[in-house]
């Protein structure tokens, strides 16, 4: 099965634009606050070196999280941004916490590639390709265990798709008719590696079939598509056969964001970034009869709660040293010993 968008979706035309509508509006949110990181960034406010960017991905997040429930668990890669915020996460907390500051998801302690939050049923981004794949394996055992009818998605890359764990993972799954689904968000690039360079079986979701699960890939052009697509599989996954879907889009910027792409030329460049999900899903929108007085006054209002947030973060405090050890050990784990003490004890055993 590999569906491709046709210049507009069947069922985003003219009669359903109000849900279009939230779907750009939630894509417009991830594009506005992956903006706003990047600014961030370059006033030297963000924690650690690294950032990425999930602009041009926007469909892949909004589409498939569109067909998640409350209680639903899931876990992303490092691009993980715009999965949270869909998830219904709290623009000034996620800054806050791509910031290093104590009023962020966690306390400024994981920053951009290791925010989690239970209550929002994320488990963890993870900066290892793959990393959060089998997480998603044991939540899908215990939501079967528990009869809860929930399903766990892992998100991860194309990168992941040469990692041997997605495929244990995959097995596991299908063997255990885990409600369980495996979104892979296909920006053609593992930082400076194109897709075709890095394997010969670039339909990605055959390899899921092979596996005996249900596996589509779609073209990420068109949220609605990717939402019907996503609906799909998680009918069938909360009903015990786990789904693997692959969304095609482009990376519109660098691998991270100190990286200028040297290896991708302007030409494709600028050929990927007319790959826009946000402005496919406007022209729909306008085409089904919204103006763009409404679709501006939206974006503008977005852009607002974006600003507040990036100042939310840049006025919020770091975590105090004394919370170092916050929330890093179970309450039945022993505290690390300090330092001290230990080089006391190693040098005493000579
Ligand atoms: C196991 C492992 N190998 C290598 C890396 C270094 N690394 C970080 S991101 C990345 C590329 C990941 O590409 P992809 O999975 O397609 O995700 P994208 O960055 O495109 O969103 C690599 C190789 C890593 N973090 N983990
Ligand atoms: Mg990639």
Request: net charge negative; aromatic share 6%; proline share 4%.
């Amino acid at each position: 099965m590999n569906k491709t968008s046709a210049k507009l979706s069947p069922r985003y035309s003219a009669g359903s634009n109000r849900d279009l509508k939230e779907l750009y509006r939630q894509m417009r949110r991830v594009r506005t606050f992956e903006e706003r990181v990047g600014e961030l960034f370059v006033r030297g406010q963000s924690a650690g070196s690294m950032l990425h960017l999930s602009i041009g991905e926007e469909s892949a997040a909004v589409g498939v999280c569109a067909a998640m429930r409350e209680g639903d668990t899931f876990t992303t890669h490092h691009r993980g941004h715009g999965i949270f915020l869909s998830r219904g996460a709290d623009p000034n907390k996620m800054m806050a916490e791509i910031g290093g500051k104590e009023t962020g998801y966690c306390m400024g302690k994981g920053g951009s590639m290791h925010i989690a939050d239970m209550g929002l049923g994320h488990l963890g981004a993870n900066a290892i390709v793959g990393g959060g794949i089998p997480v998603v394996v044991g939540a899908g055992l215990a939501a079967k265990r528990a009869k809860n009818a929930k399903v766990s998605v892992a998100f991860f890359g194309d990168g992941a798709m040469q990692q041997g764990i997605l495929y244990e993972a995959m097995n596991m799954a299908a063997l255990w008719e885990l409600p369980v689904m495996f979104v892979c968000i296909n920006n053609q690039y593992g930082m400076g590696t194109r897709i075709d360079q890095a394997t010969r079986a670039t339909e990605l979701h055959e390899r899921a079939l092979a596996f005996g699960l249900n596996g589509v890939s779609v073209d990420g052009l068109d949220v609605g598509i990717v939402q019907e697509a996503a609906q799909d599989l998680f009918d069938k996954a909360r009903a015990g056969k786990p789904g693997f879907l692959a969304v095609s889009c482009y990376r519109f910027y660098g691998h991270a964001r100190m990286d200028k792409s040297p290896y991708r030329s302007e030409e494709e460049e600028s050929k990927g970034r007319k790959k826009d999900p946000v402005l496919f899903s406007r022209d729909q929108l306008m085409e089904g009869g919204e103006t763009s007085d409404v679709l501006d006054a939206m974006d503008s209002e977005i852009s607002q709660e974006m600003d507040a947030a990036l100042d939310f973060a840049v006025s919020s405090n770091p975590p105090p040293l004394s919370a170092m050890f916050r929330d890093v050990y179970g309450p039945l784990e022993p505290e690390p010993e300090p330092l001290r003490t230990r080089i006391a004890r190693i040098l005493a055993r000579d």
